[in-house]
């Protein structure tokens, strides 16, 4: 499979999904749309057509406003019919601005509340060790959540028990809803500080599928404690007027907009 193709065709038709929504985070999806990408295409063990199957791997996505780009890429892998899409945050569509676990056939958790994803996270695997199941647990977290102690008291709880099936990945794209993360709360070094928490820390180009493939790799082989990827990654990827930009954290393409950005996709 041509990685960078498919997620060409994830960001536009999410691009597309969220002008029809009209409301919706963008900046986010784009900026994680190649790991979820690799993740769904390459690494993780899930079946369409069995989504609750027991040996399935799981994805928790804790920053739950950057579903945009799950919804797209479940749609890619046939979870649902594409089509579905255009549904995004309409009334009684499953397709929620924050996914809803019993309404999508492929969404493992609830989330909303940020800062709650790796303590979903923690339950999940601990819960298969304690099952002496092989499944591997996927977290995708963002990097603002890490302002809050929730997210700290998991990692701690994480190491303690050696939770070595987690895998963590941060979304480290230095932008929050009111800016930069160092202007409103600065987190400095997030290697540096999970390495304090005993965790085993890479750090990557989060839009290199090399880098990002061979993170993964290294992380399913740790074996004495939990792993975290810290993915440097770009708000917007892929469109040039969006990119860096926190202002386009929360609000959608207008008409104008989705064409210059679809034809910059081209």
Known sequence: MDLKKNALEIRKDMLIMLNKAGSGHTAGPLGMTDIFTYLYFNFLKVNPKKPLDPNRDYLILSNGHICPVQYTVLAHKGFFPKT????????????????????????????????????QACGVALGLKLDKKPNRVVCITSDGEHQEGNTWEAILLAAKYKLN??????????????????????????????????????????????????????????????????????????????????????????????????????
Not at 89 to 95: A, E, G, V
Not at 239 to 252: A, I, L, S
């Open 84 to 119: 579905h899409l255009a549904t995004l945050r309409k009334l009684s569509s499953p397709l929620q601005g924050h996914p809803h676990r019993t309404q999508l056939p492929g969404i493992e958790t609830t989330s909303g509340p940020l800062g709650s994803g790796i303590s």
């Open 165 to 266: 099936n987690l895998i963590v990945i941060v979304d480290r794209n230095k932008i929050q809803i009111d800016g930069n993360t160092e202007d409103i709360m600065p987190l400095g070094s997030l290697k540096d500080k999970y390495k304090a928490f005993e965790w085993s820390v890479q750090e990557i180009n989060g839009h290199d599928f090399e880098e990002i493939e061979k993170a993964l790799e290294k992380a399913d082989k740790i074996k004495t404690m939990p792993s975290v990827i810290v993915a440097n990654t770009t708000p917007g990827k892929g469109v040039k007027f969006m990119e860096d930009d926190y202002t386009w954290h929360g609000k959608t393409p207008s008409e104008d907009e989705l064409r210059e950005a679809l034809e910059e996709l081209k």
